[in-house]
């Protein structure tokens, strides 16, 4: 059983930039594919963006292509989404997410609980 908590998440202002981070425990980190989905008020969730499990191959939602990286520390058990150029559109619950799939947008094993992120205008 994977256990996932998100932190990093907040209020910024439009054209800010904001990290997130999703730590794993209780499993192999490695051997899963992790992945970054979000979902705004009255909105279905929204594939953000994926990693493999090496970190060599990345992709990305339309939405936040050259603007969002998503990385990973295998060592430290951790993934990352840097977002920059924040848009108000952005603003979502953002979810880090665990599985044996790559790439996926949602076909995922474990979830975290979520952490806020509201871009003001």
Not at 33 to 43: F, H, S, T, Y
Not at 80 to 98: G, R
């Amino acid at each position: 059983q994977v256990q996932l908590v998100e932190s990093g998440g907040g209020l910024v202002q439009a054209g800010g930039s904001l990290r997130l981070y999703c730590a794993a425990s209780g499993g192999t980190f490695s051997s899963y594919a992790m992945g970054w989905i979000r979902q705004a008020p009255g909105k279905e969730r929204e594939f953000v963006a994926a990693i493999n499990w090496s970190g060599g191959r990345t992709y990305y939602g339309d939405s936040v292509k050259g603007r969002f990286t998503i990385s990973r520390d295998n060592a430290k058990n951790t993934v990352y989404l840097q977002m920059n150029s924040l848009k108000p559109e952005d603003t979502a619950v953002y979810y880090c997410a665990a599985g044996r799939t790559y790439p996926t947008y949602s076909n995922y094993d474990y979830w975290g609980q979520g952490t806020q992120v509201t871009v003001s205008s």
